[in-house]
């Protein structure tokens, strides 16, 4: 099954409360996705000329100051790092393809869930108020955010699994569905170059657009491409650095409400997420069209 | 007339189906308002007397589903499944109707006022659905009986496969589906779709207006010349 909440919010007086207008959202997503489930958090930007980097470690006695340590040692550089039980964020201005590199020569079990300037993404196995308390979502301040419920149909349950994935900086995507033809894609997209961390369906979705946007797609091109060649159910919402797009396809199979209000735009599989934003009486409800793109912006 | 209250976030929505699965000789012509629905699943699913229920907001799956004789109306919009096998009465969602809505609905009325999703009235058997706006792709699929009123435009694959059901619809069809196709309307039909308009407070709407639509009856029985169509 599986549950998707998304949350813009216009309004900049309600940028600070974005964690707690969103928590019931996710929790009241529950019922479809019990197994596992993550956030993308659009906050504020880092200085022009630094990256952040979300990492999991996977326990929660990873050391954290040592990576911090060892990193501005070796490179020569400095980096903060900012540990929130297994995940972390790093921050530096040292380019994206030597940490990674760096990373995977000298702290290969940590997992790198994006890299961005204003996007942090945290996903783990546990109830959504599970994960939600371990990482505090509910403090969470920024302008937009995707989050994700998990209900594990097709492949493992781990926080690697767990969604959203991310296609390139400041861009992630959640997905509520199955596809039938991921394995043929992923084989399609690995003689392109393109790298797999896990073999879930909704990842092959997101390496199809990453490399749709590579060859110079831009979002709705590549999702264009989407509708023809991804073979399934699905719901995807993506997050970029200043919007959030939703998509659904041609069939219908899979839900999706939108709510839109003078102060906010959210985003869920069903109303029940919705129901306890405020002024949601005179907020626009509908229920976005398939093979139709609605894109909203900052 | 005596009207009930029911407030969602206070009493769970398990004990209020109970109430109203109770003694019809009870519920018989009551009232019953039902406060802060929030999207919640099956409410108001199985009535089975004359009790007249009001949902004060959206409802999530399966309202109203296989409802006997009860009048529902749901004053915001209805997730997917509304008065899915109905067997009688009223069904009314003033707002949208998502994917599925009369799914299998032996018989009764659903009035939805504004558009309905995907699959609307598919494998109908009886009953009568109104929708205000439009329907999505694939609705009237394999309907066996009763009348779609469409007020506004159908998707793609409308009334495809399509047995005996009736499809009415004022705007435009994007396509239909296969043994589906476009019947004069007979008097006696004309006759069916102005009270179904009335009963569904469209008297205003000319029932010339609409085209109907129905099965060509091709694919009753297996032809090697319809393989490709099956």
Known sequence: MCGIVGLLVRNPKMRDSIGELMLPMLIGMTERGPDSAGLAMFGPSVAANERKFSLYSGTA????????????????????????????????SLEPETVKIWLKEHYPQLHLL?????????????????????????????????????MATESAITPAHAHPFTAGEDWCLVHNGSLSNANSLRRKLQYEGIEFETDNDTEAACRFLQWRMREGDDLETA???????????????????????LVRDPFGCKPAIIAEHDDYVAIASEFRSLAHLPDIKNAKVFEPSPKEMYVWKL | METLKFDLDA?????????????????????????????????????????????????????????????????GSAGSGVAENMM?????????????????????????????????????????????????????????????VILGDAGEGLGDSIYEAKIFVRGTVKSLGADCEEKTTSPEDRKILADLLAKAGHSDVNPDSFKQYGSARTLYHFHVDNAGAY
């Not at chain 2, 189906?17 to 019809?24: M, T």
């Not at chain 2, 039902?34 to 004359?50: M, R, W, Y």
């Not at chain 2, 009465?89 to 009035?111: E, M, Q, Y």
């Open chain 1, 114 to 150: 994006s890299v961005g300037q204003l996007m942090d993404i945290y996903k783990d196995v546990g109830t959504p108020a599970q994960v939600a308390e371990r990482y505090d979502f509910k403090n969470f301040k920024g302008t937009h955010l995707v989050g994700h419920t998990r």
């Open chain 1, 223 to 245: 999702l264009n491409h989407g509708f023809e060649e991804l073979d399934g159910f699905y719901t995807l919402l993506m997050g970029t650095s200043n919007q959030l797009a």
């Open chain 1, 61 to 92: 006695d990873f050391n954290w100051t040592k990576l911090g340590h060892d990193f501005e040692k070796h490179l020569s550089i400095k980096a903060k790092v900012e540990p929130k039980v297994n995940h972390a964020v790093l921050t530096t």
């Open chain 2, 88 to 148: 009688s009465g009223v069904v009314h969602v003033k707002g949208f109707a998502s994917n599925a809505a009369a799914a299998t609905a032996n018989g009764g009325l659903l009035v939805i006022d504004g558009d309905a999703g995907l699959r609307t009235a598919i494998a109908l058997k009886g009953a009568d659905v109104v929708v205000g706006g439009s329907v999505g792709s694939f609705s009237a699929f394999m309907a066996q009986a009763g009348n779609l």
């Open chain 2, 11 to 75: 009493k769970p929505l398990r004990e209020v189906n109970q109430f109203l699965h109770g003694d019809a000789s009870l519920l018989d012509g009551k009232s019953v308002v039902i406060e802060n629905p929030n999207g919640a699943h099956n409410i108001a699913v199985g009535l089975k007397s004359d009790v007249h229920v009001t949902i004060k907001g959206h409802a999530g799956y399966y309202a109203a589903g296989m409802n006997q004789l009860a009048k529902v109306t749901i004053e």
